[in-house]
């Protein structure tokens, strides 16, 4: 590497820099070093380049002694960004595998890889943001009187003395998050910026842990037996005490001075994972997650790079966390869908887990009650250790499970009468009562009673879901908004009716049925708003309301002790998909959101509403529950040569004619067979629609390239996707391709 203050002297031409800049190109670009001194170790660094006519900020992946290019073509870097590294060995080489295995720009993975302002160019240095009261505010409250939270926040800052870190105050009560914004824009809250510091434990004694019963110490005992690389399976059921595993794992690794990152699904199940954490564990805890402002997720991502913070909690863009004192990586809910990035930069994040983990030589944890099938898969093949909690802990009981045939029955907002009286019974004993329903607004299809016509979408081959709320039909697929026609816009018939429930329709009947009995609906209409979800889950868990409504956002690692009845109001949503992955999602759901029910000491009932309490995969999960019914799909996805006992790629094209996608994935086919050669164990399978065709205005279709061993299907695509771009009609569409995909729509 070139020594600090110059490049390397001598009678011989500059060392050239291969810089990655965020473009879609394959290759990494050379340049010319700029100017200046040389930071000791150039690769992983960050360096401003001139591209075109523009300037971009790339990361030096290389260091080479000649270029492909003449002198004369060459052009120089503009200036150094970093004097050290920003991504370490490590997990540049982790970035530079995934840009390759998943077959995207290196440059563009590169930098997703990085929080906003590091993608920018900002100078890696760690400040913290603090909130101090203007002195107005520090005498005098009368600004804040007629708004609760705010005054809140104005007695919280007073008893600090008049400031605090930002991301501490909304840590401890996400709603201050507005209430602060607020008084910053009425000039009577001030934002300061000082240097960071490690945030010390010595001042917190972590609160010790509940007894373990024998199956989660023998589970914690062949964890903290690893040395180095393991890769483990951890199988609870719900309520089995998983989470207590983890901690008891992950402090024995802070013990030994390491750090531990855990991967979560979803930004709701952040700050319940966060107080536990901060509860149980020393050191400091930072959080990674898309709904922080890219400040504060660039001061958590270099927090650590530094080794100041012990532990990482974020979602699946977390994995790509700079880990200088690696100790254990955790993948809670590993079965996730929401784990995987399904556009743009198409990862991974459970597998890259177990990737890093390989390449850091530190255990790695995947857990669920109901684990995804490619995992079962490994843990068949002995590639991880299966660790079963087959119990739940403590007093609580697995609930009763009883499926409501719903058929001829009259439904009130989608509620039977044998639902009617068993929310009945619950509420009487004072217990919380959540109702599913993965379905948002007052009903998924208005219809003209005269002449049949329904409200679709005239951009997606679609209905639009009517909001009562807001008179309003939208679109949840492209979010087109219309109003509520006063007549059928064919027959000119005022008798539109909506059919189906939504959440808010739910909402409404309960409020019938059950008047003055509080409610508390969770859908994405309802947690918009920065910091609601948080809120509305605090309010759940303070049983602010006995009547919960929620879609799959509640479904999953919440633990509501109050609640003892839990009611799918229609589980055939799922059960006949096109995706293949279908039937196996549906009954991951549905074991996750009977798991809500009896967390505490009052026994669970969970009532299923269906109209086909003959099918297969219903009776297998009631009478023989998940694992039995995991190895039935397994048996059938291997007859059927599908993952996990086949390797998948799709290419994906769409565009605003019904044609061009169609031409350009021939093309790609013809070109592909071409590559295939002899033997090569791969084929091309289409194209054909999309499951949705028409989406946002645009026509969709699909290649499926299948290969019965990984290795074969990633020769092909390195043999196959680099000429995707120059083929007949690439021009035309916008196509991506999309390797392991976990959802084919």
Excluded at 705 to 723: C, H, K, P
Aim: net charge positive; hydrophobic share 40%.
């Amino acid at each position: 590497m070139p020594p600090q203050g110059g490049h390397p002297q001598g009678a011989g031409a500059p060392p050239i820099l291969q810089v990655a800049v965020p473009r879609p190109l394959q290759e990494a670009l050379d340049y010319r070093p700029p100017p200046g001194a040389w930071p000791a170790e150039p690769v992983g660094c960050r360096v401003e380049v001139p591209l075109g006519r523009s300037r971009a900020v790339g990361i030096v992946v290389a260091v080479r002694h000649s270029s492909d290019l003449p002198a004369s073509r060459l052009r120089a870097a503009s200036a150094w960004v970093d004097e050290q590294p920003l991504l370490d060995t490590e997990l540049l080489e982790t970035l530079t595998w995934a840009a390759r295995y998943y077959r995207y720009p290196l440059g563009t993975a590169l930098a997703t890889a990085l929080p906003g302002p590091l993608r920018q160019g900002r100078p890696a240095r760690r400040a913290v943001a603090w909130w101090r009261l203007d002195a107005r505010l520090h005498e005098d409250d009368r600004a804040v009187r007629r708004a609760p939270r705010q005054a809140e926040l104005r007695r919280r800052l007073l008893a600090s003395g008049g400031a605090a870190p930002y991301a501490l105050l909304v840590a401890e009560q996400p709603a201050w998050q507005r209430a602060g914004r607020l008084l910053e824009q009425a000039g009577l809250l001030h934002r300061e910026y000082h240097p960071a510091q490690a945030e010390g434990s010595a001042d917190r004694t972590p609160r010790p842990g509940p007894e373990l019963d024998a199956d989660q110490q023998q589970a914690l005992e062949c964890m903290l037996a690893a040395d180095g690389y393991a890769a483990f399976l951890l199988e609870g059921v719900t309520g089995s005490g998983k989470t207590e595993v983890y901690l008891q794992t992950a402090a024995r690794a802070l013990a030994a001075g390491r750090q531990v990152l855990i991967l979560v699904p979803e930004i709701g199940l952040a700050p319940q994972f966060l107080e536990r954490l901060r509860e149980r564990l020393s050191g400091s805890v930072v959080v990674l997650h898309s709904g922080l402002s890219g400040t504060d997720r660039a001061e958590a991502w270099l927090a650590a790079r530094d080794g100041d913070a012990a532990v990482i909690l974020g979602t699946r863009s977390a994995i790509f966390t700079p880990l200088p004192r690696p100790g254990l990586i955790v993948v809670d809910e590993e079965h996730d869908p929401s784990l995987a990035q399904q556009d743009g930069f198409r990862y991974s994040a459970r597998d890259l887990a177990v990737l890093r983990a390989r390449t850091l030589d530190v255990p790695v944890v995947l857990g669920s009650a109901t684990p995804s099938l490619e995992s079962l898969h490994n843990a068949r093949g002995a590639r991880y250790t299966h660790l079963r909690l087959p119990h739940r802990a403590g007093l609580a009981r697995a609930p009763s499970v009883q499926l409501v045939d719903i058929r001829s029955r009259r439904l009130v907002g989608g509620i039977s009468a044998p639902l009617q009286e068993a929310v009945r019974r619950h509420l009487d004993a004072g217990s919380q009562v959540l109702l599913f329903l993965n379905r948002r607004g007052y009903a998924p299809v208005l219809i003209c009673h005269a002449c049949g016509w329904v409200a679709g979408c005239h951009r997606c081959d679609a209905r639009l879901t009517y909001h009562r709320s807001r008179a309003q039909l939208r679109c949840h697929h492209c979010g087109h908004t219309a109003r509520v026609p006063a007549a059928c816009p064919e027959c000119g018939e005022a008798d539109l009716r909506p059919l189906g429930p939504g959440t808010e329709r739910l909402e409404e009947a309960l409020a019938e049925l059950f008047p003055g009995v509080g409610q508390l609906r969770i859908d994405r209409d309802t947690t918009r708003r920065r910091g609601a979800l948080e809120a509305q889950l605090a309010a759940a868990h303070r049983g602010d309301a006995q009547l919960l409504i929620g879609t799959q956002m509640l479904a999953k690692g919440h633990h509501l002790p109050a609640v003892t009845l839990v009611a799918v109001i229609d589980v055939d949503q799922g059960l006949f998909g096109a995706d293949f992955r279908a039937t196996e999602r549906l009954a991951q759901l549905v074991v996750q959101v009977a798991g809500r029910a009896g967390r505490g000491e009052q026994p669970g009932e969970v009532l299923l509403q269906t109209r086909h309490p003959e099918h297969p995969m219903l009776r297998t999960l009631l009478e023989r529950g998940y694992p039995a019914f995991a190895e039935a799909h397994l048996a059938e996805r291997q007859a059927a040569g599908l993952p996990p006992y086949a390797a998948l790629a799709l290419l994906r094209a769409e565009s605003v004619h019904a044609d061009a996608p169609y031409l350009f994935l021939e093309s790609a086919a013809q070109y592909g067979r071409s590559r295939l050669g002899k033997g090569g164990g791969v084929e091309l399978l289409g194209p054909v629609p999309a499951p949705m065709e028409r989406r946002e205005g645009r026509h969709r279709a699909q290649l499926m390239v299948r290969a019965e061993r990984r290795i074969d299907l990633q020769r092909f695509l390195v043999a196959w996707s680099g000429g995707l771009g120059s083929l007949e009609g690439a021009r035309q569409v916008r196509w991506s391709l999309d390797v392991d995909p976990v959802e084919m729509v």
